[in-house]
């Protein structure tokens, strides 16, 4: 990689690094290129040498946390020997990198709409994000299906659908009442709550 290259993947990791926080104090509504420039200390038409316009940067701002976040917690559930464990580790570690991350997430869940829906593309790249955490579940619950430890009748990607609706529903309970201050006694014991509920619809 050339040093050129280099300072073209700093720079926009520094952009997206201040678009982050800047969604964290502002959120989607008032997020705005001006307010991004000034935050990132560059001039607004840099900004566009590297995203095509806000929705592009948002959009990278959501990618960039979901690859981090999967990438962290498939590698600790890939560790796990059962099914059930890969489960129990999958949630903890969601909710675990959800209160690492509690100010951006609180942003992300209760004015999401502002990003998710403004373009077709932005629409569509969260409905692949939500199917491409969905289908790693499934394959666990598949698994836990052929060795006999959950119902034959699941139908595995819908309950993985369902599974990461109950964890993000239970941050969104948290944030509305403002239960926001997760520390690991909290994360333990709603990482088990939330597996307990799933794991008795699910098993045999």
């Known amino acids: 990689m050339t040093e050129e290259e280099t300072g073209k993947i700093n720079k926009f990791d520094c952009i997206l690094a201040s678009a982050r926080k800047l969604i964290e104090q502002e959120g989607f509504s008032n997020f705005t290129m001006d307010k991004l420039a000034s935050n990132a ?20 701002v959501l990618k960039s946390g979901f690859q981090i976040m999967f990438s962290r ?23 675990l ?24 593309t932005s629409q569509e790249s969260y409905n692949l994000r939500r199917r491409k955490y969905a289908v790693f579940i499934s394959e666990i619950i598949i698994k836990g299906i052929d060795e006999g430890i959950f119902k034959n ?4 990607l819908k309950a993985g659908f369902y599974l990461i609706s109950l964890i993000k ?6 944030f509305r009442n403002n239960k926001a201050e997760f520390n690991e006694d909290l994360i333990k014991s709603e990482a088990a709550e939330i597996f307990d509920i799933f794991i008795d619809g699910i098993k045999n």
């Open 41 to 60: 200390g560059v001039a607004k038409g840099t900004i566009y040498l590297y995203f095509k316009d806000k929705n592009d940067v948002l959009e990278n």
């Open 97 to 120: 990198y959800i209160g690492e991350n509690k100010y951006f997430f609180k942003t992300v869940f209760l004015d999401e709409m502002h990003v998710v829906f403004l373009k077709k």
């Open 153 to 156: 009748l699941l139908d595995p």
């Open 169 to 174: 529903t239970n941050a969104i309970y948290n």
């Open 73 to 95: 917690m498939t590698d600790k559930v890939e560790k796990k020997e059962t099914p059930e464990e890969k489960i129990k580790t999958l949630i903890y570690e969601n909710l």
